[in-house]
């Protein structure tokens, strides 16, 4: 029972976006990222929300999200070449840390009165 809450939750979890990301006049990141906002999106969504960076395998995002692991590779590989993640190889399991460029974490919640 508890690994059903758990998906549940993982799959209402959010994330903020940069409004420049979708909404630019002359379509920047869409010519710089194409389908790869898929990937770009999911890094988001499973980012530390402070520090902007995960670790993950090829293995897991493939599997979490249905993209071929090739895809994911080559969707990675865009990505980097574009500034928007930056990536380091750990360990000899193709572990992967993602560091997501320009990343801002969420102000503190505040109070309500």
Avoid at 36 to 42: K, Q
Avoid at 71 to 79: A, C, D, G, P, S
Avoid at 101 to 110: D, G, I, N, S, T
Wanted: hydrophobic share 40%; glycine share 6%; no cysteine.
């Amino acid at each position: 029972m508890r690994g059903d809450e758990e998906q549940v939750n993982q799959k209402n979890w959010w994330a903020p976006i940069w409004r420049g990301l979708v909404a630019d006049d002359t379509a920047k990141h869409y010519r710089s990222m194409r389908a790869a906002i898929w990937l770009f999106l999911y890094f988001v969504v499973h980012a530390n929300r402070r520090t902007g960076t995960l670790a993950r395998r090829y293995d897991t995002i493939a599997r979490e999200t249905g993209f071929n692991k090739r895809t994911v590779r080559q969707w990675l590989l865009i990505l980097r070449k574009a500034g928007y993640v930056q990536v380091e190889r750990s360990g000899s399991s193709l572990a992967i840390s993602i560091q997501i460029q320009k990343w801002k974490p969420l102000p503190p919640l505040r109070a309500k009165p």
